[in-house]
């Protein structure tokens, strides 16, 4: 159930935290904040006459280190994110999910990239 206040994920709408009790009229954003206003009193269970913020958390990035001939790409482990790869950043469709064996140890997921050939860019994508 959304409560006033949703999020599209580029195919389906879900809820937004927990919402407000009344409409959400306007929303702005400023580096790591959104802001609500409307005619609500609260926002998730918060007093909040009529405005709100929520601070959004950056989605995790990427390391990428060289290692000897190798390159090792690393991130925080995460059902939320898969691990993209293309060879051509101006190409819109051009990223898959990796196909590299992942390895995780202490909370951190891993690539070993052998032998690299050509250019390759990985980034963080939300299923």
Not at 1 to 19: C, Y
Request: glycine fraction near 10%; proline fraction near 7%.
């Amino acid at each position: 159930m959304v409560n006033n206040l949703a999020r599209w994920d580029g195919t389906n709408w879900s809820a937004l935290g927990s919402g407000t009790d009344n409409i959400v009229s306007a929303l702005a954003f400023s580096g790591n904040r959104i802001y609500a206003g409307g005619g609500f009193k609260h926002a998730g269970n918060v007093f909040s006459s009529r405005a709100a913020y929520a601070f959004l958390a950056p989605p995790p990035a990427p390391a990428i280190m060289p290692s000897g001939n190798n390159v090792l790409v690393s991130w925080p482990n995460t059902d939320s994110f898969t691990l993209q790869q293309s060879s051509n950043l101006a190409a819109q469709n051009g990223w898959t999910t990796s196909g590299y064996p992942v390895s995780l140890v202490n909370g951190t997921n891993s690539i070993t990239v052998t032998n690299p050939l050509g250019t390759l860019f990985f980034r963080l994508s939300q299923p």
